[in-house]
């Protein structure tokens, strides 16, 4: 199981950390992503990160204010937000894939999902 948390009301520029924690199995092994959905769109992919994070997407509109990380030993995946803005308002959820970390994994490729967490980011 994964739990995605760290979400909540913030204004534009704040930083949050959103953090996905697993539970019931180890996902050290695991590619993991963040994912958003805004009201109306569809879930896009946001980053992933490789199972020993030495490889990692961010998507082009987060890149330089989002940074992912993971700590294998806490079984845990973060998401560090910087300079938000209220276009990043969303849930976030975060996901793991069994699959090798690649820049074109889909939300398909992903085995398992966590409940999301609301961030929203006023102007």
């Known amino acids: 199981q994964l739990q995605a948390s760290g979400g909540g009301l913030v204004q534009a520029g704040a930083s949050l950390r959103l953090s996905c924690a697993a539970s019931g199995r180890t996902f050290s092994s695991y590619t993991v992503g963040w994912f958003r959905q805004a009201p109306g769109k569809e879930r896009e992919s946001v980053a992933a990160?490789?199972?020993?994070?030495?490889?990692?997407y961010h998507t082009d509109s987060v890149k330089g204010r989002f940074t992912i990380s993971r700590i294998n030993a806490k079984n845990t995946v973060y998401l560090q937000m910087n300079g938000l803005k209220p276009e990043d308002t969303a849930v976030y959820y975060c996901?793991?894939?069994?699959?090798?970390?690649?820049?074109?994994?889909?939300?398909?490729?992903?085995?398992?999902w966590g409940q999301g967490t609301l961030v929203t980011v006023s102007s």
């Open positions: 996901a793991a894939s069994r699959r090798t970390f690649s820049d074109y994994l889909t939300l398909n490729d992903y085995d398992y």
């Open positions: 990160i490789s199972w020993n994070s030495d490889k990692r």
